[in-house]
Structure formats: structure tokens, C-alpha cells
């Protein structure tokens, strides 16, 4: 089965730019999660999609939205982009929603890099 | 409020030795813990989990322990390899949360 894959790998923006990222999760996997990873910074939670439905929503501002498309792909969108959205964007797909004894499988991830 | 939380940026050990990298979480309501590893230029691969009703899941080299009363758990790798090196982190869920807590990670360094 091929794995989570992400495009683009690769990211050069400038601010007040907007951007899309794309996610497109392994065969059967109906839930799709976004997260952010800052230098010396954890994965923070995004939002999770689920048959189409944002099921949870992490803290961030609203400049940062997603969805999910009947194929289960999903894209998530940065507008105004700022010097802070710099990071590593990472999916994960799961087959069922995410929580407790559902592991996550992640893709290699989109690395942004606002200028 | 970070609710996971890993206190050690990095560790490094010697090849053969045991490694144990430590999480600590604050949620009471989390039921369900799991470690991912994570090399440069990929996303972080699952490694091991345990349930909140276990105290210990063992999987090869690789363990992880839970202390429910301390809000504890630890991943002992043994013995260590130069192939362990990367970035471990730990992650915690609730049952339908939808999402996992992880912390911030800790960058295993294992020497030959």
C-alpha cells in the first residue's frame, strides 16, 4: 500500500501570501489530521477531517482552514501568511477518526519557509 | 498549558546501553499513549503504545511504561543502536478526542 504522501515537499512564500498544501492519506483511510512543527516545538494539532467533516479543530487562527474531499484527500489553506507560519506541516491519516487506539500514519510532510 | 510534555531535549547514549526517554502529561483524562519516531526529512513513524489500563507494553527492544498516579510513562529502548537515533516523541489521546497531544519531542543520539 503506497503511504501518506504530501505535496509539495517544498515551500518558498512571502508574506501576505496565501498557500495550499495537499494530503492525500493511504487507500481506505477516511480520517486525515494536520499538524505544525516549529523548530524546538512539538507537533501542534491543526485539525482533523473525517468523511468530509472537520471533527476537531486545534488552536489557531482562522487564517488556517482545511477540507476533505469525497475521495478522503484533504488540503489545508494558510492566508495572509506570516514570518511565524515557517514550519513543517505534517499529515497523518488513520482509518477511523483519530483518539484513543488509532494510530496515526504520517507523511513526509511540507516544509514551508515564509520570507 | 502544555499538557505533554517531554523535559528532555536530548539524550545520548552508548551503543548496546539502555535508553530511556521520559513523558510526563497533566490531562487526567488521557487513556491512551504512543510513541512515534521520527528521522529528518520524514514523518514521525509509530513505535509502540499502551493502554491506560496497562502499566507495561513490550515490543522487542523496545518498552514502554506507564505510571498512571505519577502521570508518567518512559520508552526504554535496549539494548541501544546507532540506527535508534532520531527523534522520539511521546503522544497522548482521550477516547473520541479526534486528536493526539504530543510533546515536543526528544533527539535520541545513540553512539557506536
Known amino acids: 500500500k503506497a503511504g501518506v504522501t504530501q505535496t509539495p515537499r517544498y515551500l518558498i512564500k512571502t508574506r501576505g501570501q496565501q498557500v495550499t498544501l495537499s494530503c492525500s492519506p493511504i487507500s481506505g483511510h477516511r480520517s486525515v489530521s494536520w499538524y505544525q512543527q516549529t523548530p524546538g516545538q512539538g507537533l501542534q494539532f491543526l485539525f482533523e477531517y473525517f468523511s468530509e467533516t472537520q471533527r476537531n479543530k486545534g488552536n489557531f487562527p482562522g487564517r488556517f482552514s482545511g477540507r476533505q474531499f469525497s475521495n478522503s484527500r484533504s488540503e489545508m489553506n494558510v492566508s495572509t501568511l506570516e514570518l511565524g507560519d515557517s514550519a513543517l506541516y505534517l499529515c497523518?491519516?488513520?482509518?477511523?477518526?483519530?483518539?484513543?487506539?488509532?494510530?496515526?500514519?504520517f507523511g513526509p510532510g511540507t516544509r514551508l519557509l515564509v520570507l | 498549558d502544555q499538557q505533554v510534555k517531554q523535559n528532555s531535549p536530548s539524550l545520548s547514549v552508548q551503543e548496546g546501553r539502555i535508553s530511556i526517554l521520559n513523558c510526563d502529561y497533566t490531562n487526567s483524562m488521557f487513556d491512551y499513549f504512543l510513541w512515534y519516531k521520527k528521522y529528518p526529512a520524514e514523518g514521525p513513524t509509530f513505535l509502540i503504545s499502551?493502554?491506560?489500563?496497562?502499566d507495561k507494553n513490550e515490543d522487542g527492544r523496545f518498552t514502554v511504561f506507564l505510571n498512571k498516579s505519577a502521570k508518567h510513562l518512559s520508552l526504554h529502548i535496549v539494548p541501544s543502536q546507532p540506527g535508534d537515533s532520531a527523534v522520539y516523541f511521546c503522544a497522548a489521546s482521550e477516547v473520541n478526542a479526534g486528536k493526539s497531544t504530543f510533546g515536543d519531542g526528544t533527539t535520541l543520539t545513540v553512539k557506536p
Open positions: 499502551i493502554s491506560s489500563i496497562k
Open positions: 497523518a491519516s488513520s482509518p477511523q477518526p483519530g483518539g484513543a487506539e488509532e494510530t496515526q500514519y
